[in-house]
């Protein structure tokens, strides 16, 4: 049984896996178009455009900072209780309307949690360590820093996205880091490369060619600020990936699983994260 467009449509059980055993088949290849990719540049510039804005000398420096002051509380006494906060967030164009993404979506996400009893030095240590991701989180399978030139880091993970299918990726980022005044820091990472893997962990593995593979995730950056506040430290993720678009005819059933991905991975980025860097900080205390 699954609800479309407000109604409840009730489907035999056997017809339904039948459909979801179509998923792999429907996401064939999907080439990255020229219009596709320039209205991701646009919403990753007015995204950026934001940020920048907010971190500028001003009152505020938390995404949270700058949300409606009871939704603002929300967010505080969630992260405070030891919950990962999560919430979805759309960039409008300069005219307040939406933006369109010809064969294309964007899945735009912000994530926050607490470390109680840590120090930012402490923690932007540990998310430094990027030869040691591997060991923190399910959704990466290696990860290597390629290079360091001061506060810029070149860094390779092997990603795992897993929902119906599983999907395989090599990919290579640049992490940028900033420290903008006392207990106030921030990063930014771009994927320069996304590469499919084809294949994955056996003999006849291969990357697809980039821009011409499912297209499950064509972009990725991800914006990070870290607050010291007198009892821990406060992680925020804002995260916008690119996409493409499912067929009209399964897009039902497809839908809530592609755009449920991303989601859960910043979910599965922010909540091991709290829970290794709370026992890296009881490890010093001791």
């Known amino acids: 049984m699954v609800a479309e467009a407000g109604f409840i449509v009730k489907i035999p059980a056997y017809a339904l896996v039948a459909l979801l055993g179509l998923v792999p088949a429907m996401a064939g290849a999907a080439e990255l178009q020229e219009e596709t990719l320039n209205a991701w540049d ?12 907010e971190l500028a000398p001003q009152e505020g420096f938390l995404i949270r900072d700058f949300l ?12 405070v209780m030891g ?37 930012l030095e402490e923690v932007l240590a540990w998310e430094q360590d990027y030869a040691n991701h591997k060991d923190y989180f399910e959704d990466v399978e290696d ?45 930014r990472s771009e994927a320069t490369r996304i590469a499919e893997i084809e294949d994955a962990n056996t ?11 499912r297209g499950f995730m064509w972009r990725l950056h991800s914006y990070w600020r870290f607050k010291q506040e007198p009892d821990g430290v406060v ?11 499912i067929p009209v005819a399964f ?23 709290r829970e290794a860097l709370t026992r890296h900080g009881a490890l010093i205390s001791r």
Request: charged content about 30%; glycine content about 8%.
């Open 83 to 119: 919950n990962v906060f999560i919430r979805k967030m759309e960039t409008r164009n300069e005219e307040g309307g939406k933006i369109e993404i010809p064969d294309g979506l964007i899945h735009h996400w912000y994530g926050s949690v607490f470390v109680p009893d840590a120090k």
């Open 203 to 213: 003999p006849r593995e291969r990357e697809k060619p980039a821009g011409d593979d």
């Open 235 to 245: 992680v925020e993720c804002e995260s916008i990936s690119l996409s493409r678009t």
């Open 251 to 273: 897009r039902w059933v497809v839908k809530p699983f592609i755009t449920s991905v991303p989601q859960e991975s910043l979910e599965a980025t922010l909540g091991p994260l």
């Open 42 to 53: 646009l919403y990753r510039r007015l995204t950026e455009q934001r940020i920048d804005g």
């Open 143 to 187: 990860s290597r820093l390629i290079s360091r030139r001061g506060d810029v880091f070149e860094i390779f993970l092997r990603l795992r996205r897993k929902k119906i299918i599983t999907v395989y990726y090599n990919t290579d980022h640049i992490v940028t880091y900033r420290q903008l005044g006392p207990g106030e820091a921030t990063s």
């Open 68 to 79: 409606p002051d009871g939704e603002a509380s929300t967010v505080r006494r969630s992260i």
